[in-house]
C-alpha cells in the first residue's frame, strides 16, 4: 500500500477519534468500548463493501481498510512501548507503594491463575492439547485498565481503586506477554512442557527486563540532568527510552521488553522530575500524555477493524468456547479477589481491600488491543497449525468482545449500585463547612468586584443574597453532620496538612529555590507523613516525623568507614545533604503555620487547628535543634547555605520581573533572552553545593585540648599517630555500661552525657571520658552518649599506658579527675568541676 493512502487513513481515523471522545460523554459509553464499535462498524462496513455486488464506487476505500499494513508486530513495537511507559512514567508511584502487595498479585499470581484455570477449562472441550489452552490463557489474562479508568474518572469512583486498577493492568501485561512467550516457544518446538524450565524461563526474561529498564532509565535521566534547559532535547530522550529498552530487551538480550519499558518508566518516573526543570518535566508529560491518547484510541480501533475478519467463521460451538472462557476468567478473579487477598490481609500484608472495591476489579477485568495484539500474532505465526490459530483467534477476539461489550457497559452501572460514586462520610460531614468557609470568600470577593466597578446597588445586594443563602444552607448541612469525630477531623488535618507540604515541595521547585536533588527526599518524605496520616493519624504522624529527622542506615556505614578505614567522603556528603535537607525543611514547615490558620481552621474547627499548630512547632523546634546542633559544629557551612538560599530567592525574582518587561513590552526577545540566559550562568553557580570538611585532622585536635598544652611539637606529633579521630552524631552511644575498658576519649568539640547511677555528667570540650576502667581494670560504670555532633580522641588502652607511663604530669591530672569520678559515683553525687587542671 503506497504511503499517501496510508496517511489518509490515518488522518481520517484520528478526526474519527477526536468526534468520538464528546461522543461517548453524550451517549454515556466507555471511550474504548465506543471505540471498538466504531472500529468493529468500520471493518464490516469494509468488508461489505469490497464483497458486495451492488457496486465497485468504493472498492479502493474498503480495499485501503482492510489491507491496511497493521499486524502484531506494529502492535507489538510501535503502540505497545508507548502506551505503558507513558502509563508508568504519569502513574503516582509513591501513591501505589501502600498497595504493592495486592497490585503484585493481581498483576502476576492473578495472570498465573487465569491462565491456568482458563487452560483447565478448555481442555474437556476444546479438543486442543493443553499447551494451546494454556497459550490462550496466557493471551486473554491481560486486562486493559482505559475503559475502567475512564469510568472511574468520569463518575468520581475513588482514587485508590483507580490506582489498583492501573498497577495491575500495567505489570500484568508483562507478566501475560512473558507467559505467552514461554508457552508459544515450547509449542513452536513441539516439546513437552516442563514446569522448572518454564518457571525459570519465566523468572529470568521478567528479572532480565527489569534491570534494562532500571539501567536505561538511570542512563536517560543523567542525560536528561546533563542538557540545559532544551526542552526539545529532553523529551526526543524520554522517547527514545521505551523503544530502545524494548529492542534490546526483546532482540538483543531475549528478555521481557514489557517489564524492562515498565520499570524504565516507573524509575524515570522517580528520578526525572529531580533532573528537569519544573516546566520542562511538566511540558515533557504533557507531550507524553498527547501522545498516548493518539496511541491508545489507534490502538483500539485498528485492533476492532480486525475483528470482522478474525470471527469471519464463528459457529455455535465457537460462541459456547468463548462463555466457558469468560467464566473461567470470572473464576480465576474470584479466586484471587476473594480468596487470596483477604487471606494476605489477613497477615498483614496487605492493606484491606473492601468488597465493593473488589466487585469492581471482578468485573472491571476488561481486555483490549493487548489480547488482541497477541492473539494476532499467533495467526500470523507460520509455524502453527491452521487449526490453532484460528481457536486463538476466534476465542480471543470473542472473549475480547464479551469483555467490552457485556462488562464495560455495565460497569457504570455496578460501581453507582455499590455506591462508590458517592461521597464517604467523612467526606459528606464535611461538606457543608468547607461550602461554608468557601462561599462566604467567594460573597466578600463579589462584593470587592462590584464596589470596585461601580455595579448598582440592588444587583450587588442581589448577588450577595444568593450566596448568603447558599452559606445558610450549607451550615444547615455542618448542624447535620457533627457525627464526624473530634480524631477524624485532626487525622484529616494531618492528611491536609502532609499533603500542603508536598504541595510546598513544589512550588519551591518551580521557584528553584530548592536544589533539585532535594526534591525527591523531601517529596518522600511528605509521602510517609501522607501515608503515616492515612493510615495511622496523629500517633504514626509524629513517628513519622522523628524518622524523618533520625539517622538511617547509611549513617552506620559512613561512621564504619570513617572510624574503621579512615575514609570520610562519604560522611561528609551525608552530613551535607542532612544539612541542606533540615535547611529546606525548616523553610518549607515555617510556610504550613499560616496555611493551619487560615485554611484548616475555619474548616475542622478551632480545637483541630490548635493541636495541629503546637504538632507544627513542635516539628519546629525539633528541626531547629537538630539544625542548631550541625550549626555550631559548622557555622561556616549554615551560612553558606543561608547565603545560597538567598541568592536562589534573588534570582527567581530577578527572572519574574524580566518576563514581566517582556510581557509588558518594555524590552524585546533578544534582550528577554540575554538576561534570562545571564540569570541560569549564576542559578548553576548557586547549584553549586558546598564542601563540609569534617576536619579530622588529629594533630591539630591534639594541640586544641588544654589538657595537652605543656607538651612540644615533637610530642604532640607523637601523640596524634596513636590517637584515632571519631566523629559522633548525636544519640550514639560510646560506651556502654558493663563493658570492659578498651579506650579513653578527649572530647575536641561537641558534648557528651554520662549516664552514671543515680545521676547524668554532661562533659564538654577539653573533658575526656572512659579513663576509670583503664585506670581500675573495672568494667565501664556509665553509659556515655553524644548530645550534639562531636570530634573525639581516641586512645587505646596500651597506647593510653604507654603515654601515660612517659607524661607523669598529665598521669597526675587524668588520675585526680577519675578519683573525683569515682567518688561522685560512689555519693551519688555531681563533681564540682570534671574540667583537667
Not at 489452552?133 to 493471551?139: D, E, S, V
Not at 501475560?176 to 509449542?187: D, K, N, P, R, Y
Amino acid at each position: 500500500m503506497e504511503l499517501p493512502i496510508i496517511l489518509s487513513v490515518l488522518a481520517v481515523l484520528l478526526v474519527v477519534i477526536s468526534l468520538a471522545q464528546p461522543l461517548a460523554g453524550i451517549v454515556r459509553l466507555p471511550f474504548s468500548v465506543l471505540l471498538a464499535v466504531i472500529g468493529i462498524v468500520i471493518g464490516t462496513g469494509a468488508t461489505f463493501l469490497w464483497y458486495t455486488e451492488l457496486t465497485d464506487a468504493f472498492n479502493e476505500v474498503a480495499r485501503a481498510v482492510l489491507d491496511f499494513p497493521v499486524g502484531s508486530t506494529v502492535f507489538l513495537y510501535v503502540f505497545l512501548p508507548t502506551l505503558l511507559f507513558q502509563t508508568a512514567l504519569t502513574l503516582d508511584v509513591r501513591r501505589m507503594a501502600p498497595d504493592w502487595v495486592p497490585i503484585l498479585v493481581l498483576a502476576v499470581f492473578a495472570v498465573l491463575i487465569a491462565t491456568v484455570i482458563i487452560g483447565l477449562a478448555l481442555v474437556p472441550f476444546a479438543e486442543q492439547p493443553l499447551i494451546v489452552c494454556l497459550l490462550l490463557g496466557a493471551i486473554v489474562a491481560t486486562t486493559d485498565p482505559i475503559a475502567v479508568v475512564g469510568i472511574f474518572r468520569d463518575i468520581g469512583a475513588p482514587a485508590r481503586l483507580g490506582r489498583l486498577v492501573e498497577g495491575e493492568s500495567l505489570l500484568n501485561d508483562a507478566a501475560a506477554i512473558t507467559l505467552f512467550s514461554v508457552f508459544l516457544a515450547v509449542l513452536v518446538a513441539a516439546q513437552p512442557l516442563s514446569l522448572v524450565e518454564a518457571s525459570l524461563s519465566f523468572a529470568q526474561t521478567l528479572f532480565g527486563g527489569a534491570f534494562v529498564g532500571y539501567v536505561g532509565a538511570r542512563a536517560a535521566a543523567w542525560l536528561i540532568g546533563s542538557i540545559p534547559d532544551h526542552r526539545p532535547a529532553k523529551v526526543s530522550i524520554s522517547f527514545a527510552l521505551p523503544y530502545l529498552v524494548y529492542i534490546v530487551s526483546e532482540q538483543v538480550l531475549g528478555v521481557s521488553g514489557v517489564i524492562g519499558v515498565v520499570i524504565a518508566g516507573m524509575t524515570l518516573n522517580l528520578l526525572g522530575p529531580a533532573r528537569a526543570s519544573p516546566d520542562g518535566w511538566s511540558y515533557l508529560t504533557g507531550i507524553w500524555e498527547q501522545v498516548a491518547f493518539w496511541a491508545s484510541s489507534l490502538v483500539f480501533v485498528l485492533a476492532a477493524i480486525l475483528v470482522p475478519r478474525l470471527l469471519a467463521d464463528l459457529t455455535w460451538l465457537d460462541l459456547a468456547l468463548i462463555l466457558v472462557v469468560a467464566a473461567a476468567a470470572l473464576l480465576a478473579r474470584v479466586v484471587v479477589l476473594f480468596g487470596i487477598l483477604p487471606l494476605l490481609t489477613a497477615i498483614r500484608l496487605s492493606p484491606p481491600v473492601s468488597p465493593p472495591y473488589r466487585l469492581v476489579i471482578l468485573w472491571g477485568g476488561l481486555r483490549g488491543a493487548v489480547t488482541l495484539a497477541l492473539a494476532l500474532a499467533v495467526t500470523e505465526n507460520y509455524a502453527l497449525t491452521g487449526e490453532v490459530k484460528r481457536f486463538v483467534a476466534i476465542l480471543a477476539t470473542g472473549f475480547v468482545l464479551f469483555t467490552l461489550l457485556v462488562q464495560g457497559t455495565t460497569m457504570r452501572w455496578l460501581i453507582q449500585w455499590l455506591g462508590l460514586d458517592r461521597l464517604s462520610p467523612q467526606d459528606l460531614a464535611l461538606r457543608g463547612q468547607v461550602l461554608a468557609v468557601a462561599l462566604e470568600n467567594v460573597r466578600e470577593a463579589v462584593e470587592d468586584v462590584a464596589e470596585l466597578y461601580k455595579v448598582e446597588s440592588a444587583t450587588a445586594l442581589a448577588e450577595a443574597r444568593r450566596y448568603a443563602e447558599r452559606i445558610d444552607q450549607a451550615a444547615a448541612q455542618t448542624e447535620q453532620g457533627q457525627e464526624l469525630s473530634d480524631r477524624s477531623r485532626l487525622s484529616l488535618g494531618l492528611v491536609t496538612l502532609a499533603g500542603r507540604e508536598r504541595d510546598v515541595v513544589l512550588e519551591h521547585y518551580r521557584a528553584r529555590t530548592v536544589s533539585a536533588g532535594l526534591v525527591q527526599p523531601l517529596l518522600a518524605q511528605s509521602e510517609l507523613l501522607l501515608d503515616r496520616a492515612r493510615s495511622g493519624g496523629r500517633t504514626e504522624f509524629q513517628r513519622a516525623v522523628k524518622q524523618t529527622l533520625a539517622f538511617n542506615w547509611r549513617f552506620d556505614i559512613a561512621q564504619f568507614l570513617h572510624r574503621r578505614i579512615g575514609i570520610s567522603g562519604f560522611l561528609e556528603r551525608l552530613l551535607a545533604r542532612r544539612f541542606e535537607m533540615l535547611f529546606a525543611t525548616r523553610i518549607i514547615v515555617e510556610e504550613l503555620v499560616p496555611f493551619v490558620d487560615r485554611k484548616i481552621a475555619p474548616i475542622l474547627g478551632s480545637r483541630v487547628g490548635e493541636v495541629l499548630g503546637e504538632m507544627v512547632d513542635r516539628r519546629r523546634e525539633a528541626i531547629d535543634r537538630a539544625l542548631e546542633a550541625l550549626r555550631l559544629q559548622y557555622p561556616t557551612y549554615a551560612e553558606s547555605l543561608e547565603r545560597r538560599l538567598l541568592r536562589k530567592t534573588a534570582l527567581r525574582q530577578e527572572e519574574l520581573e524580566y518576563d514581566v518587561l517582556l510581557a509588558d513590552g518594555l524590552i524585546g526577545p533578544e534582550l528577554h533572552a540575554n538576561l534570562r540566559r545571564s540569570v541560569e550562568e549564576e542559578r548553576r553557580k548557586a547549584e553549586i553545593q558546598p564542601r563540609l570538611d569534617l576536619a579530622v585532622n588529629a594533630r591539630e585536635l591534639v594541640a586544641q585540648l588544654p589538657l595537652f598544652a605543656e607538651l612540644s611539637e615533637a610530642q604532640i606529633g607523637a601523640l596524634a599517630r596513636l590517637l584515632r579521630p571519631i566523629f559522633a552524631v548525636p544519640g550514639e552511644r560510646l560506651i556502654r555500661r558493663g563493658d570492659p575498658g578498651d579506650a579513653v576519649y578527649f572530647i575536641s568539640s561537641g558534648a557528651l552525657e554520662v549516664n552514671a547511677p543515680g545521676q547524668k555528667v554532661r562533659l564538654g570540650r577539653g573533658d575526656f571520658v572512659g579513663e576509670i576502667a583503664l585506670l581500675t581494670g573495672l568494667p565501664r560504670q556509665s553509659d556515655v552518649y553524644a548530645i550534639g555532633y562531636c570530634f573525639l580522641l581516641r586512645l587505646d588502652v596500651r597506647a593510653f599506658q604507654a603515654f601515660l607511663a612517659d607524661h607523669p604530669a598529665i598521669r597526675r591530672q587524668i588520675e585526680e579527675v577519675a578519683a573525683q569520678r569515682v567518688e561522685a559515683n560512689a555519693s551519688f553525687e555531681r563533681p564540682v568541676s570534671l574540667q583537667p587542671s
